[in-house]
């Protein structure tokens, strides 16, 4: 008994936490995330062509020996000794465009982590109001599985005893046997809900799903993780266009060469050093081929940046419509729900004092059940619109 504190502080440590947050849960499906375990990866990448790109020579050096000799024909000592090392050299105006290059790849692969990390915090908030959905509509059908258990039971009570017909206990019966069917069901859709949510974060869901609050009133800007990475992969575009405008033939070559020779055995050897600049030709095809290639990427990466901008707009409006509409249903559903309460207990009282039938009980307590279920519903929706809305927007939670 005294080492059950520590074991169960130990297993307590090893097991993940709970999420209390959407910002904790965020970080938890983050550092699951397939994508976000390659980031560093790649900007390890992105950093190395940079370092690629700011050094003396687009390449490294190459060194190459050879040897000749006579010993398979005439054997008489006749030897040769070549070294040569070849240097590539930058063209004019190319190592400034992949400088350019690579710190425009670098900052691409942070804006399309951020980006990244943005759709991965919509996918957290769709399932936390999934969640909370789910949760409320399970609530709502066990409480009316319970009622109904106490209103048959009441109904079997009267029936014994002769104050009500036998048509009224079956229909009790069957509104208890309904009812437990729509608790099973929506039993299952809870779990299935908490299921995704654990696939999503690796924890099992909070106890309590909390609103965001009321977003900012503001427009997307350019800092938005969407746009940002759109411009990040258009600039990276132009970069490249650069590069392929400013590469017209492959890198000419530099080299120093040393031989070492003589004639014969007699003949002592002789050195001697060289230098050798190899300039290759343009090619015109391949030159319009390339330019071409990366015209197109970057007439494309332009209109994607454009494109993204428009239907982000678009997206901004449209939720912020569905806003406006979720805050008019949710008063009319709390309107609802407060005169369908009224009913119900006009109507439990009067069938109580045997001035109503079990039918009129049965209805009124039907509408007040849907009534409450919308009214939950619309609750959920308000608080799910809203995170909605902070995700366009590019709040992070």
């Known amino acids: 008994m005294r080492k059950l504190p520590i074991l169960l502080a130990g297993l307590a440590a090893a097991l993940p936490a709970f999420a209390q947050t959407l910002g904790e849960a965020l970080e938890q499906a983050w550092a699951r995330h397939p994508q976000a375990s390659a980031v560093s990866a790649r900007e390890d990448e992105a950093r190395a062509r940079a370092e690629l790109a700011g050094g003396i020579t687009p390449g490294p050096a190459a060194l190459s020996l050879s040897s000749l000799n006579d010993r398979l024909n005439r054997n008489r000592g006749k030897q040769e000794w070549e070294a040569e090392m070849a240097v590539p050299l930058w063209l004019p105006g190319q190592r400034t465009a992949r400088e350019a290059e690579a710190e425009s790849a670098l900052a691409e692969v942070a804006a399309r982590s951020k980006a990244l990390r943005l759709q991965l915090a919509g996918e957290v908030r769709e399932a936390w109001w999934a969640v909370a ?45 309904a009812a437990e069917a729509e608790a099973i069901e929506t039993e299952a859709v809870l779990l299935a809900a908490e299921q995704a949510w654990r696939n999503l974060t690796g924890t099992a869901a909070p ?147 045997g001035e109503s039938d079990l039918t009129t009980l049965l209805r009124v307590r039907a509408g007040a059940f849907e009534a409450e279920a919308f009214l939950n519903r619309q609750q959920v929706a308000r608080a799910a619109v809203q995170s909605r809305l902070k995700q366009v927007l590019g709040v992070m939670p």
């Open 133 to 177: 959905a789910a949760r409320n509509a399970s609530s709502l059908a066990k409480r009316r599985a319970a009622t109904a258990r106490a209103l048959e039971s009441d109904v079997q009570r009267r029936y014994k005893a002769g104050d009500l017909a036998r048509i009224d206990a079956n229909l009790a019966q069957g509104e208890r046997l």
């Open 207 to 353: 106890a309590v799903l909390a609103e965001e609050g009321a977003a900012v009133a503001r427009e997307p800007d350019e800092n938005h993780p969407q746009l940002a990475a759109a411009a990040a992969a258009a600039r990276t575009a132009r970069s490249r266009l650069r590069v392929a405008e400013e590469t017209r033939r492959d890198a000419p070559e530099l080299a120093v060469r040393v031989v070492r020779e003589r004639g014969d055995f007699s003949e002592p050897y002789a050195n001697t050093v060289g230098v050798k600049l190899t300039i290759p030709f343009s090619s015109g095809p391949r030159v319009r081929q390339e330019n071409a290639a990366a015209r197109a990427e970057t007439i494309q990466a332009d209109a994607e940046w454009a494109l993204a901008r428009h239907k982000l707009q678009l997206d901004v409006e449209k939720v912020r419509l569905d806003l406006a509409a979720a805050e008019r249903q949710l008063a009319m559903a709390r309107a609802r729900h407060a005169l369908a309460a009224d009913n119900l207990g006009l109507a439990e009282k009067a069938f109580s004092l």
